[in-house]
């Protein structure tokens, strides 16, 4: 079956399937917005690796981003080699092999909690690391417990009770990140409970870290609010170095996971077989759960013809809400997941044996350049 790709360059036949297609177009735009919360609120703004590590992108994000921020040391050295410029880490806990690589990584290094400090506080003095540790804002945000760092019962930072008569020396800044895909509302509250629990350690600091979770570059977010917040906390404190560090936001709205439908069976629903798997290659949408939108279709009933989507693998549960289309879906028809660029490449797995997606970058000038395609060899070598 052949397709119009003239509106729709996702649909350009060159584009394997499934593939991860990233728009350098919107990637730029994205951090041209972060460049500019930079320069008019004297901010810095890392990338979380977490979030979005498609290294092939690096060059861009350099020119725009003050470096990187990892949770494991592999992530580290990802960040230090592609990006270079400052590289944070933060990890729950650091085991002492973690640390002789990180002090030859980072620049800037954060502790979940002061046992942890305490154990390694002499390694990192006597380098050129500087030292901070994780607080809990003890402050709620996000919509979603399982991505909430401040829910009851929470293994992420310090409380305000156990900083009490703790010994600070050597630390240099706070680490606190509570949002997940908030808005700079959130932001200035988080900004003021943390104020009122912890402004008293602020003058022996030299930076503090306000995380990630700011969805800046969403639409309708309050940019114009975020720099306000973000200047009027740093003339309050001028002394210290603000950080931010967005995953989502860097890569939000930039790109789709390209499949096509391979079969379509029918028990109770409509079902269209894709040739990628939801819990392998967007485990999100399960986990969350969420509904990713899908490129010319609408809800259930909304047009003429509903189908749920299924994905390749045995699992039951391998499956996707429904969708209706104004035409019947065609064995061969290419599918568009939107959005599928943060926290989602980041989180595939070779489960069942389902073919990969490849990687790619839709140019600015409208080529594609496939940049990975998965192998058998990749599937072997990831197993034993």
């Known amino acids: 079956m052949t397709f119009d790709t003239t509106l729709d360059p996702m649909l350009n036949p060159v584009i394997p399937s499934p593939c991860y297609v990233c728009e350098e177009a919107k ?30 992108t690096f060059d861009l994000v350099k020119k725009y981003l003050q470096g990187s921020t990892a949770s494991a040391v592999w992530e580290a050295r990802l960040g230090k080699e592609t990006i270079g410029k400052q590289v944070h880490a933060f990890s729950p806990a650091f085991k002492p092999g973690d640390i002789d690589q990180l002090v030859d990584l980072v620049d800037h290094i954060s502790f979940n909690s002061l ?86 350690y602020f003058d022996q600091l030299k930076w503090i870290n306000f995380g990630g979770g700011h969805l800046m570059t969403k639409k309708g977010y309050d940019v114009e609010h975020l720099i306000t917040t973000l200047k009027a906390f740093k003339t309050r404190y001028p002394h210290l170095n603000v950080i931010l560090e967005p ?69 039951t549960g391998d499956a996707i809400d429904l969708y209706s289309f104004d035409h019947e879906l065609q064995i061969g028809e290419r599918i568009i997941f939107e959005d599928m660029i943060h926290y989602t490449m980041v989180k595939t797995t070779f489960f069942n044996g389902v073919e990969h997606p490849a990687i790619g970058i839709l140019r600015k000038d409208g080529s594609f350049d496939l940049i990975r395609q998965f192998t058998y060899e990749d599937f072997k070598n990831k197993l034993s």
Request: some cysteine; overall charge negative; proline content about 3%.
């Open 115 to 200: 046992g942890q400090w305490q154990r390694y506080k002499q390694q990192i003095l006597a380098s050129d690391v500087s030292p901070g540790i994780r607080l809990n804002a003890e402050h709620r945000e996000a919509d979603t417990e399982l991505y909430d760092p401040s829910a009851p019962g929470s293994r992420f930072g310090i409380l305000a009770k156990d900083l009490i008569g703790a010994d600070l020396t050597g630390i240099e800044g706070f680490h606190i990140h509570n949002l997940c895909e908030c808005d700079s509302f959130a932001t200035e509250r988080t900004i003021l409970a943390v104020e009122k629990k912890f402004s008293q």
């Open 247 to 315: 995953g989502s936001a860097v890569a939000w709205q930039t790109g789709a996971l390209i499949c096509e439908v391979i079969d379509i069976v029918e028990n109770r629903d409509k079902i269209a077989i894709v040739d990628m798997s939801a819990t392998a290659h967007m485990p999100d949408v399960l986990e969350m759960p969420y509904r990713p939108e899908v490129r010319g279709a609408g809800k259930a009933g909304d047009l003429a013809f509903t189908y749920r989507f299924g994905g390749n693998s045995c699992l």
């Open 27 to 56: 990637l730029e735009a994205n951090l041209q917005l972060m460049q500019r919360v930079q320069e008019e609120s004297g901010v810095e703004i890392i990338l979380a690796l977490k979030g979005f590590s498609m290294w092939s």
